[in-house]
């Protein structure tokens, strides 16, 4: 079958044409963007190169975690979690977590549903034939050798990247190093989960001696990958090598493997003292981390940057935030679940479980971690948007300016001086223009955290949890931040994955984290989220109290009765308002699959080339991804 004309690569002096040539169907899964249709004078142009390089990034770098899912591409999946009530609506996400149907193998097509890839998310293995040719051709180039180098390192780590998310989501998959093109084809099965790791360190290795001593400037080169990120790939995909996902404690077939966590630790704390050594540092203000841009956020390490201004390179995550009052448009995406609320500790880092903890059930967002309100939204909280001041946000049931029944907002990812009229990214512009951080410096920490946990060092893993903490601004109170509270590993564990959910919360974490830690099958009950009602027997009786909240007592300034009560005493709160959850229609309680710890192969990608197999657990699967 003859191939089509892919597309064409274009730079500052050179124009030049793209064409895979001819070859079985099967077999184009893997054969884009190679060196037979590229004329090799692009490697000896710095210019052509980075608009190459930019293409890569382009699709491999991550994107706002709940924001864009492809149509096709069924990613929603690999989001599912306990995290928001979104993920008992999505037609995908919800069999995912097993609260309305199960997955087949042909639902999961992260690895691509095209050959072609232009587009994010169209096929993996395009994304990381961009990587092959860089890293194959660029030293067969005229430039200088220091600019190899850096083009060379980013070329590296992004393949690392890409690798690592194909081996957290199938386990082993072909390793496709060099470029493919009819004439040249080197194809072979799925390769062992350990083949995988140690590729994928070994080009996080090849990247942190490239980026060696690069640094990049604000501005126009901001989100490049450097030396820091490689260290950080490299420590987390140990990480996962040594977890339970790939290292579990009770497979007999597989024996678990200790001596995984000490690897894990030397990268994970090597990770740490590079960033240290770059500059790092965890940023003063917690609520701040995604509103502070460039070399102003200093725990930034992985960024896709945005622009609001700039062409196609914007998103709406600031509406899908944003309540109907602020100009937003509000997605379950970002409706916290009853399950990420009850993770947050009190301001002491106690656990709300705890019989002394003082937590009210009522008044559930008092004394809490700063972290709850610098995250969420509840009814009554104060959250300045559209540059206003002593703003306050109201979540029952029929709110004026409001819409839906919604109990809370995510307040994470906004920007208060943004005015609303400007909110919608709309025509290719407008937004916030937010970058995302794919990964901060907390989370090196917290996989050093976990590490040191596992190979007997309680010490160094609470001391990494009390930095956190710290910042975030518990108290130390009686139980050193709630850290005394963890006496066992177990206990620890435990902590250390509730800190996650809370530090990260909607940064699209949370479903790796309970899928590398084995947790993702042990959910249960049902997925539910707070909802506010106003009090009353009948309409008539709410009506009336819903009239009276709603009375304009400021015509100068707007401001409405509700405005001056104090919430935070209980007996007014309770005159006006019932607190409750709010369940999806049509969804019972978790239900995850153990086979979903390493999904299926799609039939468009397994039927690609005869030497792949299917996954144990799917359709029939023989391929053990642990073996």
């Not at 549903?113 to 180039?141: L, M, S, T």
């Not at 309409?539 to 709603?550: I, S, T, V």
């Amino acid at each position: 079958m003859n191939k089509k004309l892919y597309t064409r690569l274009s730079a500052v002096l050179f124009v030049g044409a793209l064409l895979s040539g001819c070859g079985k169907k099967g077999d184009q899964f893997f054969q884009l963007r190679d060196r037979g249709g590229i004329d090799g004078a692009i490697w000896s142009n710095e210019g052509a190169i980075q608009y190459h390089l930019n293409e890569a990034y382009d699709v491999i770098m991550p994107q706002f975690a709940y924001e864009l899912f492809p149509a096709g591409t069924n990613r929603e999946i690999h989001f599912a979690s306990d995290e928001n009530y979104w993920s008992a609506t999505n037609a995908n996400a919800r069999k995912a977590i097993g609260v309305n149907g199960t997955l087949t193998a042909n639902d999961i097509r992260y690895v691509g549903f095209k050959y072609q890839g232009a587009n994010y998310g169209d096929n993996v293995y395009f994304d990381i034939a961009r990587c092959n040719n860089g890293i194959k051709y660029i030293p067969e180039g005229t430039i200088p050798y220091e600019s190899k180098r850096r083009f060379l390192g980013q070329y590296y780590a992004l393949r690392a990247m890409a690798y690592l998310d194909l081996t957290k989501i199938y386990g082993g998959m072909p390793l496709v190093l060099e470029p493919q093109n009819p004439d040249n084809l080197n194809l072979s099965g799925r390769a062992s989960a350990r083949e995988m790791f140690v590729q994928i360190v070994k080009d996080c290795d090849s990247a942190m001696a490239n980026l060696q001593g690069v640094t990049w400037t604000d501005g126009t080169e901001r989100g490049k990958l450097t030396r820091t990120a490689a260290a950080a790939l490299k420590g987390k995909a140990l990480l996962l090598w040594a977890s339970p996902q790939f290292n579990p404690r009770d497979n007999s077939s597989h024996p678990y493997d200790p001596s995984r966590w000490q690897v894990a630790f030397d990268a994970c704390k090597a990770a740490y003292e590079i960033a240290l050594g770059d500059g790092k540092s965890l940023m003063a203000n917690y609520a701040s981390i995604f509103t502070t841009e460039g070399n102003a956020n200093t725990e930034a390490i992985i960024v896709r940057s945005y622009s609001a201004s700039v062409a196609k390179r914007g998103h709406n995550v600031e509406s899908r935030c944003r309540p109907l009052s602020a100009g937003g448009s509000p997605a379950d995406n970002y409706y916290a679940s009853t399950y990420l609320m009850n993770a947050y500790t009190m301001k002491d880092g106690t656990p709300i479980t705890e019989s002394n903890s003082g937590y009210d059930p009522v008044l559930f967002w008092k004394d809490r971690d700063p972290r709850f309100e610098a995250s969420i939204a509840y009814n009554g909280a104060t959250w300045n948007l559209g540059g206003s001041t002593n703003r306050k946000q109201w979540t029952y049931n029929n709110a004026i300016g409001e819409t839906g029944t919604r109990g809370v907002y995510c307040k994470k990812f906004t920007t208060p001086d943004l005015a609303n009229s400007a909110v919608p990214y709309s025509n290719d512009f407008g937004g916030s223009g937010m970058d995302w951080i794919e990964l901060r410096l907390p989370e090196v920490m917290l996989n050093y955290a976990e590490a040191a946990l596992e190979v007997g060092n309680m010490g160094i893993a609470k001391e990494m949890v009390t930095k956190i903490r710290q910042r975030a601004g518990i108290m130390a109170g009686a139980n050193e931040y709630g850290l005394a509270l963890a006496t066992t590993v177990e206990q620890m564990r435990d902590l250390i994955l509730n800190e996650r959910m809370v530090e990260f919360a909607f940064e699209g974490k949370r479903t790796e984290d309970l899928r590398r830690t084995r947790r993702y099958h042990l959910l249960s009950g049902l997925m539910t989220s707070p909802i506010v009602v106003l009090n009353g027997t009948n309409d008539a009786q709410r009506n009336a109290l819903k009239a009276q909240l709603e009375r304009v007592v400021n015509p100068a300034t707007g401001a409405m009765y509700r405005d001056q009560l104090n919430l935070n005493n209980k007996d007014t709160l309770q005159k006006y308002f019932s607190y409750g959850v709010g369940q999806p229609a049509s969804t019972g309680g978790f239900n995850v699959l153990p086979e979903y710890y390493f999904y299926g192969l799609s039939n468009f990608f397994l039927y690609s080339s005869p030497l792949l197999e299917q996954t144990i657990g799917w359709d029939g699967g023989n391929f053990d991804p642990l073996r």
